[in-house]
């Protein structure tokens, strides 16, 4: 990101910033810091009681304050540095997962069936091929070649 697209960028932050009473940052760029969105003097102008989320914290933050593992207080907002948030969860991550599971399966194979339903628009987004076939649309499509046109 440029410096101007980052000033943009926290300009129209910064504009509906006042508004708000939660935050959550979560912009990351691989093997870099985390871009600063929210500077000191947009903390400033939040309510005394807001909380800012920066789950960017391990990365440096996209909040000027944010510590990485603490939260800090200024002016009466709360910025917490949250680090590997996942692991705080595992439990429920794989709950949810294993029910999102039988979900899927309770769709594909509704009530006991023993082939899935290709009425079912989850079913038929789900399979990449049948019966020898791609029969995935959007599988098929890049996967072949695109008719040259003439001209």
Known sequence: ???????????AIG??????????CTAQVFGKRAPVLI????VAALRPGSVIVDLAAEQG????????GKTV?????AIIGAVN?????PGDASL???KNVTNLFGTLFPKGAATPNFEDEVTVGACITRDGAIAN???RNALTPAKKKKG
């Open 85 to 89: 948030l996942p692991a705080t969860v």
């Open 39 to 42: 500077t000191k003097a947009m």
């Open 137 to 139: 649309e959007g599988v």
């Open 1 to 11: 990101m440029s410096d101007a697209f980052l000033k943009k960028e926290q300009e």
């Open 15 to 24: 504009a509906r910033l006042p508004k708000m009473d939660v935050v959550i």
């Open 96 to 98: 949810m997962y294993s």
């Open 73 to 77: 207080q200024y002016k009466g907002v």
């Open 61 to 68: 933050g996209n909040c000027e304050l944010t510590e990485a």
